[in-house]
Nanobody, 121 residues
Framework: EVQLVESGGGLVQAGGSLSLSCAAS????????IGWFRQAPGKEREGVSC????????VYADSVKGRFTISSDNAKNMVYLQMNSLKPEDTAVYYC??????????????WGQGTQVTVSS
């Protein structure tokens, strides 16, 4: 059974940092890209970052470039999202997902349950 479990969300002040973790199981880690997505109330789900666990390629949404960093520990089947210089507009439920490399939600077929990130001004 494919499982993706996010952790690390919380409440932080603007300018602060949070680190999210995604534990993946039930599939061969190197066969899929792992993406981070977010969805704010009333908005569509958007791609934040993606990492190809096969070759290490990464991509970021323009809104988070220079502030967020995606990384992985392939030995542990873990993917991380380090979020720095957080802004109130980063407030959302953050999801990790497994699928094809990119930032479009429809490229991903397996999703975690999400973790809330709230950035106060």
């Amino acid at each position: 059974e494919v499982q993706l479990v996010e952790s690390g969300g919380g409440l932080v002040q603007a300018g602060g940092s949070l680190s999210l973790s995604c534990a993946a199981s039930g599939f061969t880690f190197g066969d899929y890209a792992i993406g981070w997505f977010r969805q704010a109330p009333g908005k569509e789900r958007e791609g934040v970052s993606c990492l190809s666990s096969h070759d290490g390629n990464t991509v970021y949404a323009d809104s988070v470039k220079g502030r967020f960093t995606i990384s992985s520990d392939n030995a542990k089947n873990m993917v991380y999202l380090q979020m720095n210089s957080l802004k109130p507009e980063d407030t959302a439920v953050y999801y990790c997902a497994a699928g094809s490399y990119g930032l479009k939600p429809d490229q991903f077929g397996a999703w975690g349950q999400g973790t809330q990130v709230t950035v106060s001004s």
